[in-house]
């Protein structure tokens, strides 16, 4: 058995995956988010290893066939290092996974957390075809790749930050410092922004789902324009990595029925002609759980 942690802003999902599946599941409140704004920077990651350990320790006590930890981890990581995490402020060049190897005892590895989720997705779809792109929706929009069977962080960790592909030049502002990033219309944040310029309404995500499935026409539009500009970031990055099947999980997946129509019309119109209805995209197998089943499996790959 191992152990794999998501790691969000605000707390930890701490999972004891056992080959595929997630067999017992701690959450743990953990502000990691406000500790880095709150606290000088080396403070904050005393804290958060210092939480992790903590975590784990209890996690590891009640398990203790658990024979690795893979960390996701919401940043760039280059070589199991936290380059830098742009919710995360302050943290850079950061080992954590040594302080945690040493104190726990066990092997314990760093990965991007949707590309934790990408490789889980991967092995949950039965490792088909040679590679897979995870799109995770939720307050960003975050990007896993995986190409011949591995996953693919990039030379500097920052491969598929599919969120900040422009898809509106000078569009929206974006917390990276760019106008017209895809998940300033495409994520749960974007939502509310489109619903926002239409109506000069403020409502959360939620509740514009429910206003949509109730037939409120801007409702549908904010959602409408999400698979827009999700499909037109998508049918771009298709043409830079030809992979056949793209799996959209997340939070905001489960409003993917006010997205689809607006998603595929889209996809269909910008993909390459010979690509058109050989891209299979379909929803998460896990549900929020492909994030630790994914850092489990990474945690020592050449055993799965
Ligand atoms: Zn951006």
Avoid at 32 to 37: A, K, L, Q, T
């Amino acid at each position: 058995m191992r152990i794999g942690v998501d790691i969000g802003g605000t707390n930890l999902r701490v999972g004891v995956v056992d080959g595929l599946r997630v067999v017992d599941e701690f959450r743990v409140n953990a502000d990691f988010s406000g500790m880095c704004r709150r606290l000088p920077a080396d403070t904050a990651l005393k804290e958060i290893i210092y939480s992790l350990q903590q975590a784990l320790s209890s996690a590891l006590a009640r398990y203790p066939d658990v024979d690795a930890v893979g960390l996701g981890f919401p940043g760039f990581i280059v070589a199991g290092r936290v380059a830098q995490s742009p919710n995360l402020p302050g943290l850079m060049d950061v080992d954590l996974a040594t302080p945690l190897r040493a104190a726990l005892g066990c092997p314990v590895i760093v990965e991007n957390d949707a590309l934790a989720a990408a490789y889980g997705e991967y092995h949950l779809n039965g490792r088909q075809g040679s590679g897979l792109i995870y799109l995770g929706l939720g307050t960003g929009v975050g990007g896993g790749l995986i190409l011949n069977g591995q996953a693919f962080p990039g030379e500097h960790g920052v491969a598929m930050e599919v969120g900040h592909l422009i898809v509106e030049p000078g569009g929206r502002l974006c917390g990276c410092g760019n106008h017209g990033c895809m998940e300033q219309y495409a994520s749960a944040s974007g939502v509310v922004l489109n619903y926002l310029a239409s109506t000069g309404q403020q409502r959360d995500a939620q509740e514009i789902a429910h206003l949509a499935q109730s037939g409120d026409t801007q409702a549908l539009a904010a959602y409408a324009l999400a698979g827009d500009k999700l499909a037109q970031a998508l049918a771009q990055i298709l043409k830079v990595v030809d992979v056949g099947h793209v799996v959209v999980g997340g939070g905001m997946s489960a409003a993917w029925a006010l997205m689809q129509q607006a998603f595929e019309r889209r996809l269909d119109s910008d993909l390459i002609p010979a690509l058109r209805g050989k891209v299979c995209v379909t929803l998460s197998q896990a549900g929020d759980q492909a994030g630790m089943i994914g850092a489990a499996l990474l945690a020592a790959p050449s055993s799965t």
